[in-house]
């Protein structure tokens, strides 16, 4: 359900609103897929993976919170896949949300440390360095009963392998 913590997910969520009455008014089967914590080959430098792997190659620290909170990371190939699958999909509704994720919550200290590991960097993760962002959410983890009930099998969730396979 929507229920956005801060300016960032309202805006979100309104865009989601804008779509499904778009889509009933216009009569056109609009299928809107919410990705769950991308990661992979092409992610922006600020996102968490790349700056471990910068500041690592640097020998920098990598300051970090805490990290309890847990998300749904994806791997970015597997999701290109799964979104391949859905586009060939037809739905009996004029508007389908479908949530696509692992449906596996991991600790973003845990996803940060698989991936220092991958690189030899563990020792330059910096948890607690800074604070957590007064409106992050806790835990997100994507619901994938529909997208099962689909044929589709969520991607994989993070794992030393996928790492090995990204560096």
Known sequence: PLAPKGPYAAT???ASIILE???HELGLQTTLVRLFGVWGPYEKAHRLLPTIVRRAKSGEKVPLS??????????????????????????????TTVNLGSGKGI?????????????????????????????EVPSMIADVGFLRSLGIQPPQSPSQALFQQYF
Request: hydrophobic share 50%; glycine share 4%; proline share 3%.
């Open 21 to 23: 009455h778009l889509a």
């Open 107 to 135: 600790s973003v200290r845990d996803f940060a440390t698989l991936a220092a590991t991958t690189i030899d960097a563990v020792d330059q993760l910096n948890f607690g360095a800074i604070p957590v962002r007064q409106d």
């Open 12 to 14: 979100k969520a309104a």
């Open 66 to 95: 805490a990290g309890k909170q847990i998300r749904d990371f994806s791997y970015a190939p597997h999701i290109a896949e799964c979104l391949l699958k859905l586009a060939k999909l037809s739905f009996n509704s004029t508007f």
